[in-house]
């Protein structure tokens, strides 16, 4: 199913293990040297500078930094030292989702705001050379290495109009994704279970749709968290949906890995990129991660918006 990932470290030194410490400095180390450019091609997208913006949301569930990396980015970067910090790490790959949900409130809390988002995930950081499990070897065999960066914003333009957020958790599933904390570092557990919730989320995703007055099966695009092969399988199955509607989160997933919270952003772009948005098209961005959780929203194509989401 994939055909590659992009990894932040030459092959024959991501399979050693130097010890957490070595790994978090190479996290710490990678991360400025990598994120200020991304972060100056998002804002060129969206016309504006590092003193436009008010917020920062930086996402990670792979390297730990405290302070968060947003403190080195205003003292490096010129964003104002008012910039609201909002550091996201232990939702995994439903943070790409949440990052957008909590834009999304901020912008409607403060009009006239633009708000950043920084997903830097290096999830092969983590990788266990003594773990055999079989969520291991799952994991070992989907995840990979990315950073993206996007704007949400108040001003008129292109973009992904936000128009209806929604989270939520199914009961009982806390231990089903998750992290052991050790001596050597972060050790990924995956209950067997996972690739079956989608069954649940489904009329989830269906019940939010319903509330905004769409349909969940005539949306036009869907921008999904590429968690895995059956993962988008099953969703396209509840949703009553076909599996060419999932082709971006899929070629996300074939040429990039599982890049946890940077997926959605990574197939916004793809899909971007191919100009496949049509004026008042509708969709539904989703990301699912541990807890387990889903956060979600429904959005709308625009030329001249009021909340604007771009890549």
Known sequence: MLKKRHIIQPIELATLHPGFGYRNAVFEYQSKRLVPNVIEEALSHADITAKDVSAIIYVSCSGFLMPSLTAWLVNKMGFPLHTVQIPISQLGCA???????????????????????VSCEFCSLSYQPTDGDIGSLLSDGLFGDAITASVVTS?????????????????????????????????????????????????????????????????????????????????????????????????????????????????????????????????????????????????????????????
């Open 95 to 117: 943070a790409g989702g949440a990052a957008i949900n909590r834009a999304h409130d901020f912008i409607l809390a403060h009009p006239g705001s633009n708000v950043l988002i």
């Open 155 to 311: 001003h008129a333009g292109n973009g992904l109009e936000l128009q209806k957020s929604g989270s939520y958790m199914i009961p009982e599933t806390d231990e089903w994704i998750r992290y052991a904390v050790k001596d050597t570092g972060f050790h990924f557990r995956l209950d067997k279970r996972v690739p079956g919730t989608m069954k649940p989320l489904a009329p989830v995703m269906t019940d939010l749709a319903s509330a905004h007055h769409w349909q969940i099966d005539k949306l036009d695009y869907y921008i999904i968290h590429a968690g895995g092969p059956r993962i988008l399988d099953d969703l396209c199955k509840y949703l009553g949906v076909q599996k060419e509607k999932f082709s971006y989160s899929r070629d996300t997933l074939v040429n990039c890995g599982n890049i946890a919270s940077s997926v959605v952003f990574e197939a916004y772009r793809r899909m971007h990129e191919d100009r496949i948005f049509k004026s008042d098209n509708r969709g539904i961005i989703a990301g699912f991660g541990p807890g387990i959780i889903a956060e979600m929203n429904l959005s709308q194509w625009r030329s001249a918006d009021i909340t604007r989401l771009t890549a």
